[in-house]
């Protein structure tokens, strides 16, 4: 048997057809099982969901503590004591807070067509009036923040994201010279999809770098700022008052929610940033909203009671997820360490493992996947338009299976990638010549 | 004592300093009550929030009829069982019906964003690319249609409503050759204000008429479809339907909510068009959107049960708001009947009286009913930018205090209406020289 620990690459060409061979006879063995499990997407399980069952029947009462008929209109910027909750997280004051409907991707969104068609807070003109706005785009990054850009039109440049946050020379290149970089995507906390926690250098370099655009944005996605997998806590910058303090205190505007803390579809969203920005925000809110639902304000108040109840409610979601991630190391360790054909991230938070395979692999490994009945996000999905110049890069998503299932799941991955990687690199010795885009069918051929 | 059944224009010079003088010190025994009431807004009453307190505490479970987690992500389009209540009450098919969040308003207004930044599915190109994009307003209309259009920048022009619907032939003329005119307001049942019913011939017209924009819309925003004040229940017109039937198939997008059904804040927002207007709804409402509350969605299915459900439960409504309206008709019967200063609606539904009084006096009649310590909607609220050209029209909420305060403040009302009537007629005839701006300080002058 191939030696595992034997980097692919510095195996013979027998020991490789050999190599080759098992991984076929592993794959057959992979697709008979008939198997139908799903890491595509980050959403909790029903037993991470089954935390907050204590929401169905909430509220208690139909008024707040401070006598507001939470049934009734009104009240755009949220609920009072849910606004002062988020504040305590995310380090602010209740007036620089918004509590708004279910998805903070709403509020992303809202956000930028306020920019587009109003101009924001230090905006010389609307956006749809400049003759071209680009943001920056650290990649790997959020599939959704990309696809949402690319429906406006809005251009992506993008720049490598490691362990420490996006690489700031090239961040700092971008916007000191050209206005029409109007903006940067951050997910300071446990990114998505690679785990890496923004530091306080990088994040107050963010705050603090001359940008030619003066209403240059930052979009502070801090979608898994409360998310630990393990004891410990990442404590995301407080990139309000770092950029208050560097003298552009409306370049953050800062996004939370609780989707990933009670319910996925249920929860409620937050908005952070100056007050002028809150002001702005609400105004262009004011003329489309009769105010969020009240109701589920409340009812997420009387569930956590305060901040603490929800640093607390994160515990029991880690305690369930936590063994998930470890099954992903455990499955890509046991089946392709040493191999030289893989890198994966072991993030201390979030919902994410990145997963690097060979170079012009991933699209491979996730059709083979596919073809197992193992669903996969799509490879490249972490790049703007899906497009991975390396094809390399797979986001995988092991919150909502069960524990048992997602060992399954990443067993046969793990052999997809080996798979992939054997073809490959057969393929690459075949020849110089050999197109990559048909090397699959034809190192199949050689294989055989 | 005067004769209140003789029009106050045909009392002799005498007479009506006399009327003025009584009117002055009812007005005066009015301020000396000190009241604080507040007929501003079309919100419901506590009593009627009160119908619907199960809400907070369903659903009993967190699984739909069809097996979906209504906790989790996903379902862009609604839950299926509260699309079909919906697509039962407005005679269409589930397929054609959105339910979105808490606020059919949010619902317009990321309709009028896709058509800004998009276009919609007939246009040329996004509205933004226009030279200049504008709407027919039917006045009296919802003070919130009109914000909503001028903070995107599109004019308005009006064109009166009538009580079977808005003038046709105004409108036709309108849209015939001026491309530039994209889209009508059209509250269709129980208009706010005026309570005016379109009927099934100015529906058919509407949805038939010719226009030079491909891409004209109706925004049909049946907030009060199925809010009743008698047991006569209007039945607005089947715009979808005729629409198709006249080729026009994606002219009209229908709004309704559960605002004024359930709760005011917590509501369900429901949108229902032609598939194609649906299709291009959707594909825009993916890029900001993780799904619309599907608990609260399951909620409400639970709650009503089904559309059936839905009628029975306006019916409690009815019963606590009618005499609300019973008590406004009394108190301006009473107090203003025969004087020839004033005429007001008796709506059959919805939540509003339009008090139209005598020309060039709902702006005083507002400041002294606001000094008397009741609160009305500004005038002029019911028309574009807040002009009413003859400052006539006051839009009255009566639904949101309970009866007695109605009584009280509708009696408070009628003064401030006689007595800002009494001043003008007074004003206009000591010259006509006098200046209506500063009339109301001499003509206070004159009758001391």
Redesign the interface.
Known sequence: MTDPRTPLASLSDDELAGFLAEQQEAYAALRARGLKLDLT?G??A?AQ?DL??D????????TDRDGV???????LEGLAQLREIFAELLWTSPDQVICG???S??M???TI?DF??FGGVDSPRPW?QEEKVRFICPVPGYD?HF??LA??GIEMVTVDMHQDGPDMPAVEALVKDDPSIKGIWIVPTYANPSGAVVSQEVAARLAAMPTAAPDFTIFWDNAYAFHHLTEVEAKSADILTLAAASGHPNRPIMFAST?KIT????GVAVLAASKPVIAWYLK?LS??????????HLRHVEFFGDAEGVRAHMRKHREIIAPKFAAVDEALTSGLAGLGVAEWTRPTGGYFVNLDVLDGTASRVVALAKEAGIALTPAGSSFPLGHDPRDRNIRLAPTFPVLDEVRTAMAGVATCVALAAAEKITADRSGPTEDDATGVQQTEGVAR
């Open positions: 997407r959403k909790p029903p969901l907050s069952n929401l169905l029947h909430l509220p208690s009462t139909a008929d939470v049934r009734n209109y009104g009240g409907g279910n998805s991707l709403t992303m969104y809202s067509v587009l068609l749809s959704r696809s949402m429906s406006f989707s319910f996925a579809g249920a262009h003329m489309g909203s009769i105010g969020p639902d009240k109701v589920n």
